[in-house]
């Protein structure tokens, strides 16, 4: 900084003010490499004779020509992270003054990145189609710059031959169908990624079998969860099959096994609890395994069928997956009191299923997270079913038993780029007259809601979907908190339906008319669709009342026995059902009685 006096003879002025300048930085130097690995990349420089604390600019090429900064630092190392494997970069930095500034640059550096391993492909499944054919299908690997994966298959012996593919598939695909296999044999395939760099993992758990089999009867069965390749751990693991052929009013039963890969003789799984035993003789079909009995090491795992005739599949098919304490994927564990806590890896790369289960219900949750919905490449997923802390069910509305509190490792809530994760609870139905069991509330009249922190109060956030044939509730969420479904008040009192109609007790067509059994559902005359709330009073055609009944508790559902309020059956004849419900116009429905 400089300031200047004028002097006339020995008198001086006055001092201006001062102009200040910043001298130029020397260029840095000695730019070198601190490590290179698969991924990332550490350098650092010499700051050449500037004083602490200079600014220094970091810069990134794949061809020496066409350069991206990469940091900016007041240090002389830097980081550099997202890096492909068997890949060249270039690194040159320069030094900058507190005016803004450049020098010179110190480099270029080149630097190679080694070769990557990819991680195996995820979720392979095998199954029998007809003609002697086997269907495969498979996630992705989540690791980027795959160009293919590589199927094999034993020869016969029981054991994957890795010595040359079966086939290859560009890294776009992700299902296969094979060519008609020899008959009547179990067929084993695995699967292994393919990284540009010429790296082939080698993986021995992405490994599923099959029969090949000229036609497909009777019932047959797979195991969905756990995925086949993946590690687990816990004292109440999920096994879950889903059906491949017949439906599940053809199944007795369906018996859960495993064994050590390798080995020859399956056992049946002890089931964890009494609630969900092995066999399992109701749909979903599932058991809770406990595995911390066992060594860490890969065994097989598959679901044998068998009909109402007694007849088991002769043929089901297998997945492995590998018991893992320490470095394991999957871990559920018992909380007490019928809760059950899973915690899953996800990855962002790829679409992630979490399905989980508590110890006293039927009711399967399953969380669908998609690619790109996480803000790290990779986190845990936490899912306690029916969670020790829910609240109370919002008023005039039903709980039906499905919850489920769900969080990220990574500390998100919202999920990223507009994503939003699908929550799926299955509800029982096994009568199938849409009433959903347990209650009286019809499926239509279901919903999942969202428990909103902030104002301690659960809200309608998203659209439910109900599918009566699977019998499930889907709800799509942007974020993840706790959630619950319900049944809930139908929007209006003219959705009500009174049937049979007219009622006949005595016809003998139970299609109209049962006489009443508070044990029976479908006796008496029923009034469906009902607000939580509701009053119902029945008049003769000359406006005496006969009978008046109702509810608060939301049970969607009520029943007219045909009697009058002293216990008498009413006479054949037209009735008039006046219902009324807070909020809502008054709704008359004309009855008919025959005996």
Same mark, same amino acid.
């Given at each position: 900084?400089?300031?200047?006096?004028?002097?006339?003879?020995?008198?001086?002025?006055?001092?201006?003010?001062?102009?200040?300048?910043?001298?130029?930085?020397?260029?840095?130097?000695?730019?070198?490499?601190?490590?290179?690995?698969?991924?990332?990349?550490?350098?650092?420089?010499?700051?050449?004779?500037? $004083?602490?604390?200079? +600014? %220094?600019?970091?810069?990134? !090429? /794949?061809?020496?020509? #066409?350069?991206?900064?990469? *940091?900016?630092? @007041?240090?002389?190392?830097?980081?550099?992270?997202?890096?492909?494997?068997?890949?060249?970069?270039?690194?040159?930095?320069?030094?900058?003054?507190?005016?803004?500034?450049?020098?010179?640059?110190?480099?270029?550096?080149?630097?190679?990145?080694?070769?990557?391993?990819?991680?195996?492909?995820?979720?392979?499944?095998?199954?029998?189609?007809?003609?002697?054919?086997?269907?495969?299908?498979?996630?992705?690997?989540?690791?980027?710059?795959?160009?293919?994966?590589?199927?094999?298959?034993?020869?016969?012996?029981?054991?994957?031959?890795?010595?040359? $593919?079966?086939?290859? +598939? %560009?890294?776009?695909?992700? !299902? /296969?169908?094979?060519? #008609?296999?020899?008959?009547? *044999?179990?067929? @084993?395939?695995?699967?292994?990624?393919?990284?540009?760099?010429?790296?082939?993992?080698?993986?021995?758990?992405?490994?599923?079998?099959?029969?090949?089999?000229?036609?497909?009867?009777?019932?047959?069965?797979?195991?969905?969860?756990?995925?086949?390749?993946?590690?687990?751990?816990?004292?109440?693991?999920?096994?879950?099959?889903?059906?491949?052929?017949?439906?599940?009013?053809?199944?007795?039963?369906?018996?859960?096994?495993?064994?050590?890969?390798?080995?020859?003789?399956?056992?049946?799984?002890?089931?964890?609890?009494?609630?969900?035993?092995? $066999?399992?003789?109701?749909?979903?079909?599932?058991?809770?395994?406990?595995?911390?009995?066992?060594?860490?090491?890969?065994?097989?795992?598959?679901?044998?069928?068998?009909?109402?005739?007694?007849?088991?599949?002769?043929?089901?098919?297998?997945?492995?997956?590998?018991?893992?304490?320490?470095?394991?994927?999957?871990?559920?564990?018992?909380?007490?009191?019928?809760?059950?806590?899973?915690?899953?890896?996800?990855?962002?790369?790829?679409?992630?299923?979490?399905?989980?289960?508590?110890?006293?219900?039927?009711?399967?949750?399953?969380?669908?997270?998609?690619?790109?919905?996480?803000?790290?490449?990779?986190?845990?997923?936490?899912?306690?079913?029916?969670?020790?802390?829910?609240?109370? $069910?919002?008023?005039?509305?039903?709980?039906?038993?499905?919850?489920?509190?769900?969080?990220?490792?990574?500390?998100?809530?919202?999920?990223?780029?507009?994503?939003?994760?699908?929550?799926?609870?299955?509800?029982?139905?096994?009568?199938?007259?849409?009433?959903?069991?347990?209650?009286?509330?019809?499926?239509?009249?279901?919903?999942?809601?969202?428990?909103?922190?902030?104002?301690?109060?659960?809200?309608?956030?998203?659209?439910?979907?109900?599918?009566?044939?699977?019998?499930?509730?889907?709800?799509?969420?942007?974020?993840?908190?706790?959630?619950?479904?319900?049944?809930?008040?139908?929007?209006?009192?003219?959705?009500?339906?009174?049937?049979?109609?007219?009622?006949?007790?005595?016809?003998?067509?139970?299609?109209?008319?049962?006489?009443?059994?508070?044990?029976?559902?479908?006796?008496?005359?029923?009034?469906?669709?009902?607000?939580?709330?509701?009053?119902?009073?029945?008049?003769?055609?000359?406006?005496?009342?006969?009978?008046?009944?109702?509810?608060?508790?939301?049970?969607?559902?009520?029943?007219?026995?045909?009697?009058?309020?002293?216990?008498?059956?009413?006479?054949?004849?037209?009735?008039?059902?006046?219902?009324?419900?807070?909020?809502?116009?008054?709704?008359?429905?004309?009855?008919?009685?025959?005996?």
């Amino acid at each position: 900084s400089v300031r200047v006096a004028a002097f006339a003879k020995y008198v001086s002025g006055p001092l201006s003010s001062s102009g200040t300048a910043v001298t130029h930085a020397e260029p840095p130097s000695g730019l070198a490499s601190l490590f290179v690995t698969q991924s990332s990349a550490a350098v650092q420089w010499s700051l050449n004779g500037n $004083p602490a604390g200079t +600014f %220094s600019e970091l810069q990134r !090429s /794949t061809d020496a020509a #066409a350069y991206a900064v990469r *940091a900016g630092t @007041l240090a002389t190392t830097a980081y550099d992270t997202g890096l492909l494997g068997c890949t060249s970069y270039y690194y040159r930095v320069r030094n900058r003054n507190r005016s803004g500034v450049d020098t010179d640059f110190d480099g270029p550096l080149f630097v190679r990145t080694p070769a990557s391993t990819p991680s195996a492909p995820g979720d392979l499944s095998a199954q029998s189609v007809p003609g002697r054919q086997v269907s495969l299908t498979w996630n992705p690997s989540a690791t980027e710059g795959i160009v293919a994966y590589r199927l094999y298959k034993d020869t016969g012996a029981g054991v994957v031959d890795y010595s040359t $593919p079966y086939a290859q +598939f %560009s890294a776009t695909t992700f !299902s /296969t169908t094979t060519v #008609a296999l020899s008959s009547g *044999a179990i067929h @084993l395939f695995g699967l292994r990624a393919v990284h540009r760099c010429g790296v082939e993992e080698k993986n021995t758990h992405a490994v599923a079998s099959a029969w090949a089999l000229e036609s497909l009867d009777g019932v047959r069965a797979s195991i969905k969860v756990p995925a086949t390749g993946k590690k687990i751990s816990g004292n109440r693991v999920m096994v879950m099959a889903e059906l491949d052929t017949g439906s599940p009013v053809d199944v007795s039963s369906i018996l859960f096994q495993y064994r050590s890969t390798g080995s020859a003789t399956w056992t049946d799984i002890v089931a964890a609890n009494v609630n969900h035993p092995n $066999p399992d003789r109701e749909q979903p079909f599932f058991v809770h395994w406990d595995v911390t009995g066992l060594a860490d090491r890969a065994y097989d795992l598959r679901a044998v069928a068998s009909d109402v005739l007694g007849a088991s599949d002769p043929a089901p098919g297998s997945i492995t997956v590998l018991v893992d304490s320490v470095g394991f994927e999957v871990r559920e564990t018992d909380l007490g009191s019928g809760k059950v806590k899973k915690e899953q890896a996800v990855s962002n790369e790829t679409s992630n299923t979490v399905a989980t289960a508590e110890s006293g219900s039927a009711v399967v949750t399953k969380v669908v997270l998609p690619a790109g919905a996480l803000n790290t490449t990779d986190a845990t997923l936490t899912a306690t079913a029916n969670p020790a802390t829910l609240p109370a $069910p919002p008023a005039a509305a039903t709980s039906l038993g499905a919850s489920i509190e769900i969080s990220l490792s990574n500390g998100q809530s919202l999920l990223s780029n507009g994503q939003t994760a699908a929550i799926v609870f299955n509800y029982p139905d096994d009568d199938g007259d849409g009433v959903i069991d347990g209650t009286q509330v019809r499926a239509e009249n279901a919903e999942i809601q969202t428990f909103d922190v902030p104002t301690n109060a659960w809200k309608k956030e998203f659209v439910t979907t109900v599918d009566k044939v699977k019998r499930t509730l889907t709800g799509q969420t942007p974020h993840f908190s706790m959630f619950a479904a319900f049944g809930v008040q139908a929007a209006n009192l003219d959705a009500i339906r009174v049937y049979p109609n007219p009622y006949k007790p005595n016809g003998g067509n139970a299609d109209e008319g049962r006489p009443f059994s508070r044990a029976d559902p479908l006796s008496g005359v029923i009034f469906d669709n009902l607000p939580a709330v509701v009053t119902i009073k029945i008049y003769t055609l000359t406006g005496r009342l006969v009978s008046e009944f109702g509810t608060t508790a939301g049970t969607g559902a009520l029943q007219w026995d045909g009697k009058n309020d002293s216990g008498e059956d009413v006479a054949s004849g037209g009735y008039f059902a006046v219902i009324t419900s807070p909020g809502a116009s008054t709704v008359v429905k004309k009855i008919g009685v025959i005996r």
